[in-house]
C-alpha cells in the first residue's frame, strides 16, 4: 500500500501533464522516459522487468542515442557471458544501488542540449543531481551521456563498443 502511494506521489511530482509540452522536445524526453520507469523506484516486482536499461534495443533507442544504447547492449552481453557484474551495477535514472526517489524536478539545463533532473533519495537530506546530455538524431532527442555529481558518466562506467 505504501509503495503504491509512493508511486502515486512520484508521479505527481514530475513537473508537466501528460498531455502537456515543456516547450523543450529534449525535457520533454527525459519526462517521458522518467513517467515510463518511474515504477522502478517504488514497485519491486519481478513481472515489470529490470528497468529501461534491461530493455530491448527497439525500446532502448527510444530514449537513448544509438551509441549509448550500443553500449548499455555490450555491457549486458558482457555480464551475460562472464556471469559477472558490469558497468551497470546501478540503477542509471536515480545514480543507486536501490531505486528510489521524492521531489523529483526536471528542467532544461544550461544548454538547449542538457536537461537536469533532481530528486531526494531515500535516507538523504541532500539532492541529487544529475546531468542528462542530449543528442539531435534522426529520430529527434536522445540521450547520449548522463552526468552524476560523483564526477562519472554512464558512457565511462559501461564497456567500450
Known amino acids: 500500500m505504501y509503495r503504491l502511494l509512493g508511486f502515486v ?5 514530475l513537473p508537466c501533464r501528460a498531455d502537456s509540452s515543456s516547450g523543450s522536445p529534449a525535457v520533454d524526453l527525459v519526462t517521458e522516459m522518467y513517467r515510463s520507469y518511474a515504477w522502478e523506484a517504488v514497485i519491486h516486482e519481478p513481472q ?12 532502448l533507442e527510444r530514449f537513448l542515442a544509438p551509441e ?11 555480464s551475460e557471458a562472464t556471469g559477472e557484474i ?12 536501490d531505486p528510489g526517489a521524492s521531489d523529483l524536478a526536471i528542467r ?17 537530506s541532500e539532492r541529487t543531481t544529475l546531468t542528462y546530455r542530449l543528442t539531435q538524431t534522426p ?12 564526477g562519472h558518466s554512464l558512457r565511462a562506467v559501461l564497456t567500450p563498443e
Open 108 to 124: 532544461p539545463g544550461a544548454t538547449a542540449d542538457t536537461v537536469t533532473v533532481e530528486f531526494v533519495q531515500p535516507g538523504r
Open 139 to 150: 529520430k529527434g532527442w536522445r540521450i547520449a551521456d548522463i552526468e552524476y555529481a560523483e
Open 86 to 97: 558490469g558497468g551497470l551495477s546501478f540503477a542509471p535514472l536515480w545514480d543507486s544501488q
Open 48 to 59: 515489470l522487468g529490470g528497468g529501461l536499461f534491461f530493455e530491448p534495443r527497439e525500446t
Open 9 to 13: 506521489l512520484l508521479l505527481s511530482a
Open 68 to 78: 549509448l544504447a550500443e553500449r548499455v547492449l555490450a555491457d549486458r552481453a558482457q
